[in-house]
């Protein structure tokens, strides 16, 4: 079993809302232990195959707890966190 | 299925600082009550901006827009610019140095044509540093803030409807 495996909330907004049809998901990582959050856009991918995902995800940032992720690479998911896709803000 | 996704993080938000105020909510925004929330018998200016949504892009005839917010994100943002509009005055050495206080407010859901999505109203001693905030601020909110807007075109299917980019 996966059990080990942190669990994620993923938000989405804007256009990677609809490409994914959804606003929100819980989602297991693939692997137990804690995971870079760079790990996370192909297990997002590979929930969402052929929804133009991939080409939104391009010009996305990512949001950790409602913080903004600098490097996603140096963030490690250890399970219970929101973390946001964020696309370009288009807000005033 | 044509309607947008609903997002359960994009709700009504306010936090005030030391500097004023921020909010996000989905009512129609009331400029003057906006105004009347920075008075201040110290200030003797008060710049306002009132963006509303347009009618036109492009050719294309806007029938309206759909604002959405990671609300709880994006009032931080919102918090962080009221408070660093005033380092901001400071670097560019304005006259006075600083503004009294400032509200910004955005609204989301739908809105109609030619109401304002946003309002920010800023009270300075003078002119010059409360136009300066409020065009610094407006300018750090639309680059910066975590919400999205969609336009809805006349005759086309609401599906197509395009999530815009400031940027």
New interface residues.
């Given amino acids: 079993m996966s059990d080990s495996s942190p669990e994620v909330t993923v938000?989405?907004?804007?256009?990677a809302?609809?490409a994914t049809?959804?606003?929100?998901e819980r989602v297991r990582l693939s692997s137990p232990g804690p995971q870079p959050l760079s790990s996370l856009s192909s297990l997002l991918l590979s929930l969402h195959p052929g929804a133009g995902l991939e080409h939104v995800l391009r010009?996305c940032q990512w949001?950790v707890d409602?913080?903004?992720v600098e490097d996603p690479d140096s963030v490690l998911l250890k399970g219970g966190e929101e973390v946001?896709v964020?696309?370009?803000?288009?807000?005033? | 299925m044509s309607l947008p996704i609903p997002s359960s993080a994009s709700v009504d938000a306010r936090h005030e600082t030391d500097h004023g105020v921020a909010v996000l909510t989905h009512c129609p925004l009331d400029t003057q009550a906006i105004i009347d929330s920075v008075a201040d018998d110290g200030a003797g200016a008060t710049a306002v901006f009132i963006g509303t949504t347009r009618n036109t892009f492009q050719g294309k005839i806007v029938t309206k827009l759909e604002y959405q917010a990671y609300s709880k994100l994006a009032i931080k943002t919102m918090s962080s610019i009221l408070n660093r509009t005033s380092f901001h005055l400071h670097l560019q050495d304005v006259r006075g140095g600083g503004f009294t206080r400032m509200a910004i407010h955005h609204r989301l859901g739908t809105v109609p044509v030619g109401q304002p999505s946003i309002v920010i109203a800023v009270s300075a001693p003078h002119r010059k540093e409360a136009f300066e905030a409020c065009e610094w601020a407006l300018e750090q909110v639309k680059k910066e803030a975590q919400i999205w807007k969609r336009e809805y075109y006349d005759g086309e299917k609401e599906e197509d409807a395009e999530w815009k980019a400031n940027a």
Wanted: aromatic share 8%.
């Fill in positions: 938000l989405y907004f804007a256009g809302s609809t049809g959804t606003s929100s010009t949001s409602a913080e903004m946001a964020i696309p370009p803000v288009s807000g005033g």
